[in-house]
C-alpha cells in the first residue's frame, strides 16, 4: 500500500527524494534544528532556499552531506585537521569550512572561494542523504533573521505553502547550531561557538587552534539582528534581573522573563518563561521559549545571561544576537564582565 488518499505516497522519505531530485524544498530535522533543503548541485532549487526565507543572495548555505568520504566531492583540498575534526565529530554538530571543489554552485557558496560542509547526527537526515545520494544545502528552517525551528510544526507555521515536504523527526536533541570551524587558514578558527564547545575543539586540535570566535571574519548569519523573536530581547544578569523587568513593566510593557528560576518578588503579571539548569537542557529548551515569548504577544523579553563557560557561551552568542546586540565578545554589563 504505496499510496494514502490516492494521493500521498506513505514513504515520506521516498518523497523527500523525489522533491529534491525535481528542484523541491524539504524541510528535515537534524540533531540541531531543522533545515531548510535543496539539491546542492542544482542552482535553481537553491536560489527557491532564499526566496521562501527572504534571505540576501550572498549569504553561503551548509551543503549536508551523508558521511565524511564525500568531503572530496565538495572540497578542491582537505587538510588534515579537516579529517581529524571528522573522525571526531561527524556524523554531528560541527560545520567546517573549506576550501571549494570545481563546480560547487555560486547560489551555495555565495560567491565565496570556500564552502561549509557537515555531516548531521539525525537518523532521518541520515536516512534522507542516504537515499538523495548527494549534498543537501540547508540553512535553518526559518525566515531569514528569526528563531531557528527545533519542532517541525515551526517550520510549517513560519514557512507554510514554501516548503514542499517537512519530514518530522519530532524535537531536536541539540536545539542550537553546529560550531562552526574555518580550517582553511594555518590555524583553525571558530566563526560561531555552538554545541561543539572550544575546549572539544582543542582537544583535537591544539595548539593549532584559535579559540577567537569571529572578529572581522565574513561569516554572514552572524549579523547583529538573528535568531530574534518579534519582543525586544534585554539582557541581564541574575542579580539584576527583578529590577530591569520591573523598568519595563512600570512602562505599562507585557514583560516576560526568561532565567532558570523564578524570583519570589515577580508581580504576578509579569510571564515567566523557565530556563532548565544544564547547558545542553538550556540549548534544547530556547528557540522553543523565544517562540513561546511570540505567542504569549510579549512586547519585552528580558533574559537571564548563562555563565560563558562550555555551551554558555553559544547560548550566549545567540541571545545576544536575539538583542541585537551584535559583538560577542562585548559584555553587556559589568555583571555579566564579571561572570566572563
Ligand atoms: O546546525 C546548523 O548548522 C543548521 C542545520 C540545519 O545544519 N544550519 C544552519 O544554517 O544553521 P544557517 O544557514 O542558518 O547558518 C549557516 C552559517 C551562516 O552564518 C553562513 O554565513 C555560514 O554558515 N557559512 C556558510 N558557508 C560559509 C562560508 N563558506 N564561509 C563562512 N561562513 C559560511
Ligand atoms: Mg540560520
Not at 549579523?223 to 525586544?232: C, D, I, Q, T
Request: hydrophobic share 45%; with cysteine; aromatic share 4%.
Amino acid at each position: 500500500p504505496a499510496q494514502r488518499d490516492g494521493m500521498a505516497p506513505a514513504n515520506p522519505l521516498i518523497e523527500a527524494v523525489t522533491r529534491l531530485r525535481d528542484g523541491g524544498l524539504v524541510a528535515f530535522p537534524t540533531e540541531t534544528v531543522y533545515g531548510l533543503g535543496a539539491d546542492a548541485r542544482n542552482p535553481a532549487a537553491v536560489a527557491r532556499i532564499f526566496a521562501a526565507k527572504g534571505r540576501p543572495a550572498d549569504h553561503p548555505l551548509i551543503v549536508h552531506l551523508a558521511d565524511a568520504a564525500q568531503l572530496r566531492d565538495w572540497a578542491c583540498e582537505v587538510p588534515r585537521v579537516a579529517r581529524r575534526l571528522a573522525r571526531k565529530f561527524w556524523p554531528g554538530p560541527l560545520t567546517m569550512i573549506l576550501p571549494r571543489a570545481a563546480g560547487v554552485p555560486d547560489a551555495v557558496t555565495g560567491g565565496l572561494d570556500t564552502v561549509a560542509l557537515r555531516v548531521p547526527a539525525h537518523p532521518l537526515a541520515l536516512a534522507l542523504l542516504r537515499a538523495f545520494d548527494g549534498g543537501i544545502a540547508a540553512p535553518s528552517a526559518n525566515r531569514y533573521g528569526r528563531v531557528s525551528p527545533t519542532r517541525a510544526e515551526h517550520v510549517r507555521e513560519e514557512l507554510g505553502a514554501a516548503v514542499d515536504l517537512v519530514l518530522d523527526g519530532g524535537p531536536c536533541a541539540v536545539g542550537i547550531e553546529s560550531t562552526i570551524v574555518d580550517v582553511t587558514g594555518d590555524r583553525a578558527r571558530i566563526l560561531r561557538p555552538g554545541p561543539i564547545t572550544k575546549r572539544q575543539l582543542m582537544e583535537v586540535l591544539g595548539a593549532s587552534f584559535s579559540p577567537i570566535p569571529g572578529g572581522a571574519v565574513r561569516a554572514p548569519g552572524c549579523e547583529v539582528s538573528h535568531y530574534a523573536p518579534l519582543a525586544r530581547v534585554v539582557l541581564t544578569s541574575g542579580a539584576q534581573a527583578v529590577q530591569v523587568v520591573e523598568h519595563w513593566w512600570a512602562l505599562g510593557m507585557r514583560v516576560g522573563l526568561l532565567s532558570g528560576w523564578r524570583p519570589p518578588t515577580l508581580e504576578a503579571s509579569v510571564a515567566w518563561l523557565s530556563l532548565p539548569e544544564t547547558g545542553e537542557e538550556q540549548a534544547r529548551a530556547l528557540y522553543c521559549r523565544l517562540r513561546e515569548a511570540d505567542h504569549l504577544g510579549l512586547d519585552v523579553l528580558v533574559a537571564v545571561l548563562p555563565p560563558a563557560i562550555g555551551l554558555g557561551l553559544a547560548l550566549r552568542d545567540r541571545l545576544r544576537r536575539a538583542a541585537g546586540s551584535g559583538d560577542v565578545s562585548a559584555p553587556v554589563s559589568r555583571e555579566s564582565a564579571t561572570e566572563s
